[in-house]
């Protein structure tokens, strides 16, 4: 049986190959305060580590949908970095260029690293170290320490950001490490033996510590011993990615491809561990490319309130929200924390031009009304509801052209 799940994995990915699409060459990045912006548009990073070259992995990562890729190359081999971007660039992706495992502290070194690839289409950013600040008191390699890599990248590549990921989301140690990177990310695994919600926690400290663009990394495979080391389910990452989005995160990535089993002494391949869950990231990843535009833009200012309606087990205070604003309408991230129901009443803050009747609750193909700014709904546990509010009956989409994603399809209610 086993044996037929991974065939049906590897023909699901064959079958998505030939529709991947290739992203444009890299000439300008920007950081505006909404999220990165790749040639003048925007651009949501959704990365996958641990599908380096030497795994032979790139191929299927491109065909789940990832669109950026942390790349490290061999220290004893210089060339080995660019020949790492070019691999992720030939599948489809950006990489984010590690300069981790001590390469940053041989000037050398790292300057012929950064000259030779600074050149290459498929560079977006350059990676620091990853998690210097574990553990605390003191932090493995302190801000002063990495100030000189972090000047030398921007002297050498001063048109591409700077990245450092760091651990255990303590605010401080954001606002310690903002002058050495232009984003931030964090990591929590929680699943399966904590609460979801420490995404929303860390994803703050990254946002409100280091006062630039921020990313998160979020689980998608076991990561602890037996018996806890499950697989996170695709609603538990789809909850976690959306969660991270709300608290104004403008970039995921994905831990991991690869990973230790349950031994600790070989590396497992999410991809064949898991061939009925790794089938249905490819909806996923294509979600979010999708709702890029509204995933990289401004919050709207303004009072938004969502109540709980009679009969709900949880209060609405355990949502996650985040109202954004495009040219046509307002578009709502609408995340349920908790692991029990929540039926809530939205009021939403009116244009002058007032909103058309009906929006648009994407990759669920439904309708909610919509009136004088309010609208109502029902979430399961942990589920996301991302709801497209037009201003106008003219901007409304046609729920029956969009092409929704395959798993996300539910009845009308």
């Not at 491109?62 to 942390?70: H, P, Q, R, Y």
């Not at 990313?215 to 076991?222: G, T």
């Not at 009116?350 to 648009?360: D, K, L, R, T, Y």
């Amino acid at each position: 049986m086993k044996r037929i799940l991974v065939l049906m994995a590897i023909l699901v990915l064959g079958s998505l190959s030939a529709h991947a699409n290739s992203l444009p060459p890299v000439k300008r990045v920007e950081m505006r305060a909404e999220g990165l912006y790749v040639n003048g548009k925007p651009f949501f990073p959704i990365g996958i580590g641990w599908a380096g070259h030497w795994h032979y992995s790139m191929p299927e990562a491109s065909a789940m949908g990832f669109n950026m890729v942390v790349t490290h190359g061999l220290r004893t081999n210089p060339a080995s970095f660019r020949m790492d971007i070019e691999d992720a660039w030939a599948n489809g992706m950006y990489s984010a260029c590690s300069i981790g495992n001590d390469v940053w502290k041989d000037v050398e070194l790292l300057e012929k690293i950064i000259l030779d690839c600074r050149d290459h289409p498929g560079l977006l950013v350059w990676e620091l170290v990853d998690e210097p600040n574990h553990p605390n008191n003191p932090y493995r390699y302190p801000p002063e320490q990495l100030k000189p890599t972090y000047d030398l990248v921007k002297r050498l590549d001063p048109g591409r950001p700077v990245w450092l990921n760091l651990a255990v989301g303590r605010l401080k140690d954001h606002q310690d490490y903002a002058h050495v990177a232009d984003i931030h990310s964090d990591n929590t695994y929680p699943v399966p033996v904590a609460s979801v919600t420490s995404v929303a926690k860390y994803s703050d400290s990254v946002i409100k510590g280091s006062g630039k663009l921020g990313w998160m990394w979020i689980q998608m495979c076991p990561l602890r011993d037996p018996p806890n080391n499950r697989h996170p389910t695709i609603t538990e990452v789809r909850c976690m990615t959306y969660m991270a989005a709300a608290h104004a995160i403008s970039g995921v990535l994905y831990f991991s491809f690869h990973y230790m089993g349950e031994k600790d002494d070989h590396w497992t391949w999410w991809v064949t561990d898991d061939p009925a869950e790794c089938a249905q990231w490819a909806d996923l990843t294509a979600e979010l490319k999708l709702l890029t535009p509204y995933l990289v833009t401004p919050q709207v200012p303004g009072e938004l309130k969502a109540e709980s309606m009679e009969g709900s087990e949880t209060p609405a205070t355990e949502l996650h929200l985040s109202l954004r604003q495009t040219e046509s309408g307002y578009f709502l991230i609408a995340v349920n924390g908790a692991t029990s129901p929540i039926k809530a009443r939205f009021t939403l803050p009116v244009p002058e031009s007032g909103f058309a009747p009906q929006a648009a609750v994407r990759s669920e193909n439904r309708l909610v009304t919509v009136t004088d700014g309010v609208f109502e709904d029902a979430f399961a546990p942990l589920e996301v509801h991302l709801y497209e509010l037009p201003y106008s009956i003219e901007d409304a989409p046609d729920r029956n052209t969009i092409d929704w994603p395959r798993w996300q399809r539910r009845p009308r209610r």
